[in-house]
């Protein structure tokens, strides 16, 4: 299984992005999608999660900015981050959950920079 992430970049403060990640190969089932984040120096942490059913948890930094979704037809998951702030840079790392394993992107990064 294989996990592509794409739409990073640049942006400045106030700014959105979205970001995509897709999931190939052989896949059965995924149970819960999502991302993490981790900026310079800093652990990584879990910014959104969506389980197969639509339930969502956010970390509080993000609540009310960031919209978590997926399209479990396509195996994706998607991130959309409005309202960006200069904190908000990092590496975005997607991951899904099979069952038994977890899998990860190879991470996409977003600078939120005037």
């Known amino acids: 299984v294989q996990l592509q992430a794409s739409g990073g970049g640049l942006v400045q403060p106030g700014g959105s992005l979205r970001l995509a990640c897709a999931a190939s190969g052989s896949i059965f089932s995924i149970n819960n999608m999502g991302w993490y984040h981790q900026a310079p120096g800093k652990q990584r942490e879990l910014v959104a999660l969506i389980t197969r059913g639509g339930s969502t948890n956010y970390a509080d930094s993000v609540k009310g900015r960031f919209t978590i979704s997926r399209d479990n037809a396509k195996n994706a998951v998607y991130l959309q981050m409005n309202s960006l702030k200069p904190e908000d840079t990092a590496v975005y790392y997607c991951?899904?959950?099979?069952?038994?394993?977890?899998?990860w992107g190879q991470g996409t990064l977003v600078t939120v920079s005037s």
């Open positions: 991951f899904a959950t099979l069952p038994g394993s977890n899998y």
